[in-house]
């Protein structure tokens, strides 16, 4: 039997846009509890929390300080995927509008969940 062959050589560069907006993380991470998922991109710390309450899905939004922020996505237990239909505006990076998409898959609330996740940097409007 051959030695596997090793790659010393640097992954490529690879750059994604989607319209004009740039993608700066893209991930799909399976959650080791039903209730958070915690993603930090340097300085700023993002928790969402799913919470089943009430009916219908919505997203409430609560800043800690000026680097992290939580979001409450209720109802987000959907087999077939509940998400956003349009990205989610957070504030200012590196000069940049900073923005998130995120789509949730669970077969009910009280198991882990798949969630697809994308934050997007665009250039901020002249005003």
Known sequence: MSAPTIITEPAPSVKLTSGSAEVIASGTVITFTPA??????????????????????RIEEQSVGNKEITYRFYNFHNPLGTGLTEPVR???????????????????????????????LKEAPNV
């Open 36 to 57: 958070d998922l915690t993603i930090q991109i340097e300085d700023l710390v993002f928790r969402f929390l799913f919470i089943s309450q009430g009916t219908g899905n």
């Open 90 to 120: 957070v504030g200012k990076f590196r000069g940049r509008e900073l923005f998130f998409s995120i789509t949730v898959y669970a077969n009910s609330d009280k198991v882990i969940k798949t969630v697809h996740y994308t934050f997007f």
